[in-house]
């Protein structure tokens, strides 16, 4: 498997609940990006790492959101207390590096329903 | 910030015939405008891509234009196909070094045999 892997696949929790969601992208890739896709939309950015630098957070949509990368390689996106509002696809990216130059591939994403 | 527009929401064609998907962006500074393709329960996989020094590309059945004077580009498909038929969404990169994506809201192609 070369390319982004997203798990779960599918994910059905009660509102007030935390929820993780884990993007292992493809080896190699410094850069990684998370997108949030509500349902009938276009994918909406939540947060990017490049390397070590400082992540871009500037997408999460509130404190509730948050978001680790270990290194270069796996990321976690954490959501405490879901709400219904919550509910959408988690789609993660990952590039060779950050920066217009390199092409995102994205994971088949993780569908989070939050009852 | 950038902001993306798609139109037509919802396309349907008969195949063999052409389909174009038009997008218009707000920063004059984006550089990058992929166009990704999103068949049912799977992530968007990027089907052409054009960089703001050139003015058209083309790959087989698929064509990219782009106007950086009106900040218009469209996506082009002739002799459409019923594989072709999924979610295209065009997409600009931010004008920044994160490279992050500013998505439209997709268009849902129908091609009909």
């Known amino acids: 498997g070369a390319g982004v892997s997203q798990s779960p696949s599918n994910k059905v929790t009660e509102k007030g609940k935390d929820v993780e969601l884990r993007c292992d992208p493809i080896?190699?890739?410094?850069?990684l990006y998370w997108y949030r896709q509500r349902l009938g939309q276009g994918l909406e950015f939540l947060i990017y790492f490049q390397g070590n630098s400082a992540p871009d957070k500037s997408g999460l949509p509130s404190d509730r959101f948050s978001a680790e990368r270990t290194g270069e390689s796996v990321s976690t996106l954490t959501i405490q207390r879901t709400q219904q509002e919550d509910s959408a696809v988690y789609l993660c990216?990952?590039?060779?590096?950050?920066?217009?130059?390199?092409?995102?591939?994205f994971g088949a994403g993780t569908r989070l329903s939050v009852l | 910030g950038e902001n993306v527009e798609q139109h037509p929401s919802t396309l349907s064609v008969q195949e063999g015939d052409s389909a174009v998907i038009k997008c218009t962006y707000s920063?004059?500074?984006?550089?990058?405008f992929p166009w990704y393709k999103q068949e049912l329960g799977k992530g968007p996989q990027l089907i052409i891509d054009?960089?703001?020094?050139?003015g058209e590309k083309k790959d087989q059945r698929i064509a990219v234009t782009l106007n950086k004077t009106a900040k218009h580009f469209s996506l082009h498909i002739t002799e459409t196909q019923p594989e072709d038929s999924a979610v295209y969404f065009c997409?600009?990169?931010?004008?920044?070094?994160?490279?992050?994506?500013?998505f439209g809201q997709g268009t849902t192609l129908q091609v009909k045999p």
């Open positions: 054009i960089r703001s020094n050139v």
């Open positions: 997409a600009a990169s931010e004008p920044s070094n994160t490279g992050k994506l500013i």
């Open positions: 080896s190699g890739h410094t850069a």
């Open positions: 990216a990952s590039s060779l590096g950050g920066g217009s130059k390199n092409i995102q591939y």
């Open positions: 920063d004059s500074a984006s550089n990058y």
